[in-house]
């Protein structure tokens, strides 16, 4: 049996286009593309993680305006770590509450079909045509009380707090590097 070419699956896999399967499956609108594009250069600016967890590098800031100097200055240093350790707690929260992945796939799923279907043909509701906003904004309509009930609301808050205490525990002890400390002391007041 000869492999199929947009088999991706098969051996000739590498002759596929560089696109990749997740961009295949977006919607015409999304452009999977800008979001590489954005990952990569949060990946290309990180900081390398054993330096950004020495525990040699904190200490108790001094005073409040030195805190208020560490976190402005570590914010801007390690905003990519930080962007990691964001998507990596949103990621944890996901796969720990069964109920909510099983909310999203369901979500993700229903959005999946409704593309496919509006593709085929336009869905007609009281004699007015549907356009694909207005059924992904009724799908999500419908998916807001699901997602209240398993816990989303809940899940949001955790992310947002636990995100807001690792970022900010980090960003107020991490001392500042020796180069943004010399910057520090020949700006002019």
């Known amino acids: ?3 199929v070419a947009s088999d991706p699956f098969s051996s000739d896999a590498q ?3 560089a696109t990749g399967i997740v ?3 977006l919607p ?3 452009s999977g593309g800008a979001m590489k594009d954005w990952l990569d250069r949060r990946r290309k600016s990180i900081r390398p993680w054993a330096g950004f967890v020495d525990q040699r590098k904190f ?3 001094k005073n409040f305006g030195e805190l208020c100097q560490r976190v402005v200055r570590n914010l801007d240093t390690y905003h990519s770590n930080y962007t990691f350790i ?3 707690l949103i990621l944890y929260c996901i796969v720990s509450s069964p109920m909510l992945l ?6 993700v799923g229903a959005f999946y079909i409704i593309h496919l279907k509006s593709m085929e043909s336009k869905l007609v509701i009281f004699g007015r045509e549907m356009t694909q906003g207005h059924q992904l904004g009724l799908a999500s309509a419908v998916a807001l009380p699901v997602f209240w ?3 989303a609301g809940a899940a949001v808050f955790w992310v947002l707090g636990a995100t807001l205490a690792v970022i900010g525990t980090h960003a107020a002890f991490r001392e500042l590097e020796s180069s943004d400390m010399e910057e520090l002391l020949m700006e002019s007041v």
Not at 102 to 107: D, E, P, R, S
């Open 149 to 151: 009930l398993a816990g």
């Open 1 to 3: 049996m000869e492999p």
């Open 15 to 17: 002759e596929l286009p």
């Open 28 to 30: 015409k609108g999304f």
């Open 86 to 88: 964001f998507l990596g």
């Open 23 to 25: 961009t295949r499956m």
């Open 102 to 107: 099983i909310t999203l796939a369901v979500f």
């Open 59 to 61: 200490s108790k800031p």
